[in-house]
């Protein structure tokens, strides 16, 4: 399994903000010998944004590093900003996605779309963080969930490139029969190549997505692999979510999602 195929999206800005959200995107393309398809346009309706000048920065930049790169822009108002990446991502293998923690509700809409509709792994970096090339070490946020099986075998291809795969469970959470347990994924993703083990972790009285970045920085972890649910108002502000969290408040480090 390969990857041949990314998605990204790229604000309108100024160069250094273009540069820093095509960090990670770039850096994948090079280490997959990757094509990628790079759609720019604004996700603010009220702010002014210069759309071609972004694509020709886009353009000069991808020159410049070598990378297979084809520009889109939103091309219909027909359809809503998520739809356009949508469209997109289903044709694709993963999308790759910059996100910071005070995006604005435009911006946050089009990655639920992205995450929730497209049926695509997709990888949320840090805005402006040092892009890796490749992920020595991995962590798996298992809950034996459907989610968590489709974000599992989305990140294959970097799990059997990886020096080590973690894969966690936080306990407090959930039963587990004993075919659902971890230790059966660690087992699954050994016959893939990969070099796997299990652990839990202790919830703590805190939120599951800090117990499972407190686990990913514990490992010294380059990527976070979890399943992506979509949870009603009610049950988001009684219970919490990791996955309105990390929308919310943007990722610390990579974490490659899906629903």
Not at 17 to 44: G, I, K, N, R
Not at 56 to 80: L, T
Not at 177 to 205: I, M, N
Not at 247 to 253: N, Q
Request: proline share 4%; charged share 20%.
């Amino acid at each position: 399994m390969t990857l041949t195929t990314l998605v990204t999206h790229v604000e309108p800005g100024e160069a250094a903000s273009l540069d820093a959200t095509l960090a990670m995107p770039f850096a994948l393309t090079e280490a997959w010998s990757a094509h990628l398809t790079t759609l720019v346009f604004t996700t603010d309706t009220l702010a002014a944004a210069d759309e071609a000048q972004a694509a020709a920065h886009v353009r000069e930049a991808a020159e410049r590093r070598g990378v297979s790169c084809e520009i889109r822009s939103r091309s219909s108002f027909a359809h809503g900003i998520g739809e356009v990446l949508v469209d997109h991502l289903r044709v694709a293998d993963l999308g790759v996605l910059a996100l910071r923690g005070g995006a604005g509700v435009g911006h946050r809409m089009m990655l639920g779309a992205a995450i929730f509709e497209s049926g695509r792994p997709v990888l949320l970096a840090p805005h402006g963080g040092m892009p890796a090339a490749e992920f020595g070490r991995v962590v798996v946020a298992w809950d034996a969930s459907a989610a968590a099986v489709r974000a599992i075998h989305g990140a294959l291809p970097f799990i059997r490139r990886a020096a080590e795969t973690l894969v966690v469970t936080v306990t407090e959470e959930k039963d587990f029969r004993p075919d659902q347990s971890g230790v059966e994924v660690t087992r699954l993703l050994a016959r893939h190549g990969a070099k796997a083990r299990f652990v839990a972790v202790p919830r703590d009285g805190g939120s599951v997505s800090e117990a499972l970045y407190a686990a990913a920085r514990g490992a010294e972890a380059d990527l976070l692999v979890m399943g992506a649910q979509r949870h009603s108002p009610l049950h988001n502000m009684v219970f919490g979510s990791a996955t309105r969290e990390l929308l919310s408040g943007g990722p610390s480090l990579p974490t490659l999602v899906a629903a």
